[in-house]
């Protein structure tokens, strides 16, 4: 029988749900086991505290919303967090407000109240720093150009002007920037701001008549991080404004630090004059990173997380994520919740099922046939050599890896691998697939024997 709380809990998750992609909903709020309503808090577990900081990073405002509408308007949240080890013990993760949700693009009411250092706000967030921005070809440049202007600020390159795509790591390396200055140099008012942010901003000043109280504000600032500096195009008075702030700490020997998803040639729509100005600096790119970069990154990942994964699975994701390295997060959060909440295993089906509801995989065009014949290739083997009843060691492994592959690689049932390979039935085709993933994660020379193969597949 529900107790009063599960039912309350029950129409929180109908709000919630109304509100949601299913499978968002599935992924992030079935898993959350309601355990009590105290005193105003409600208590929930969830999995792991990742689980949790990403329930709070993307949903608080939802979870704010259901809760006061069900429970009330002061009510609070708590977390209890299972632990991995046996799924069982359950430790209280704190109370924590629903009613501030402290994300970086939150408008203090006291935005221009006070200028003093000690009451100053830099909007940085802590988790992004250079020890967690890791280089590779594609930002060594940037990077390195970063951390002389964290040394000196004001008088290397100024401004510097960061443009590339969506996912590449623009805005962590400018929240990295700003918390390495405010680290060396502490006397320094840092502001991170995006450019939708500080919109919003000015034509608050203005409707409240403050736009001198805003031009202050800015013009106190020693190190001015501007985030998609894109948002401007075609808001002429803001892009005015900017102007006339971008001059002021320019003159003075103030940091400025701008990025974009274009170069500032291909601004459209941006004044010439402040075109000009951002030109000024130092401009660079940076690209999508390479494999290697991808690898040290979804390491990072699964190791901050404690998430363990198959070798296959790790390389799986580092390759078929190229657009966006953002979608790593979500994939890594993705699987572990999955993983956590209907009790599988972590593998390369898993994987696919999941990524397949991120990013845009490509359709392998290989058939069961076409593995088999690469194998037999692979290992020097006639391809009739596995359709025998042979018991020879380098036979038998060649089948089974045959089968493993057809079963990862298309979408052939059991049943259909093992008529084709040798007329096998169903169940020694499962048993051929567990032996192989058994011995992937057991065997390294096996395992780069497996990543030769798969690279012949996708050749």
Avoid at 118 to 146: C, I, K, M, P
Wanted: net charge neutral.
């Amino acid at each position: 029988m529900q107790t009063d709380h599960q039912i309350l809990w029950g129409e929180c998750l109908k709000i919630i749900k109304d509100n949601l992609d299913l499978k968002v909903f599935e992924t992030w709020f079935e898993p959350i086991i309601p355990v009590s309503y105290k005193d105003g808090i409600v208590t929930i577990e969830v999995p792991t505290p990742f689980f949790q900081e990403m329930l709070e990073l993307r949903y608080l405002d939802l979870l704010k919303k259901a809760l006061y509408r069900v429970y009330g308007e002061r009510t609070q949240l708590a977390y209890k967090i299972r632990v991995a080890e046996d799924g069982k013990i359950t430790v209280p993760a704190g109370p924590a407000p629903v009613a501030k949700n402290t994300t970086t693009s939150e408008i203090p009411s006291s935005l221009f109240a006070s200028s003093a250092r000690q009451d100053w706000d830099s909007h940085l967030n802590a988790r992004y720093s250079f020890d967690n921005y890791f280089e590779g070809t594609s930002n060594r440049l940037v990077r390195s150009a970063s951390e002389a202007i964290a040394k000196e600020p004001g008088k290397t390159y100024n401004p510097m002007f960061i443009y590339g795509p969506s996912g590449v790591g623009k805005t962590h390396l400018c929240h990295a920037i700003g918390n390495r200055i405010q680290e060396t140099h502490p006397d320094k008012k840092v502001l991170y701001v995006s450019a939708h942010i500080f919109t919003v901003q000015y034509t608050e000043a203005i409707r409240k008549n403050t736009t001198n109280d805003f031009m202050y504000f800015y013009q106190q600032v020693d190190v001015l991080i501007l985030d998609d500096i894109q948002e401007l195009i075609g808001k002429d008075k803001t892009q005015n404004t900017f102007f006339h702030i971008f001059n002021h700490l320019h003159l003075l020997g103030k940091q400025l630090i701008l990025t974009s998803d274009k170069a500032p040639v291909d601004l459209q729509g941006m004044e010439e004059r402040l075109i000009t100005r951002l030109k000024w600096g130092l401009t660079a790119e940076l690209e999508r990173p390479d494999l290697d970069l991808r690898k040290k990154i979804l390491k990072n990942k699964i190791t901050h997380d404690g998430v363990v994964i198959p070798d296959d699975v790790f390389n799986f994701i580092a390759s078929n994520v190229t657009e966006n390295v953002r979608d790593v997060e979500g994939i890594v959060a993705s699987l572990l919740a999955y993983s956590t909440a209907f009790n599988r295993a972590i593998d390369l089906s898993l994987a696919r099922q999941v990524m397949s509801r991120v990013i845009r995989l490509e359709k392998k065009q290989v058939s069961v046939e076409s593995i088999q014949d690469i194998v037999c290739k692979y290992y020097n083997l006639e391809a009739s050599a596995i359709q025998t009843n042979s018991r020879k060691r380098e036979i038998v492994q060649a089948r089974q890896v045959t089968m493993y592959l057809a079963k990862q690689y298309t979408d052939s049932s059991y049943s259909h691998i093992g008529k084709i390979v040798g007329k096998r039935d169903h169940a020694t085709v499962l048993h051929a697939c567990k032996t192989v993933k058994n011995q992937i994660e057991t065997n390294k020379s096996f395992r780069s024997s497996m990543e030769d193969i798969e690279a012949l597949l996708k050749a």
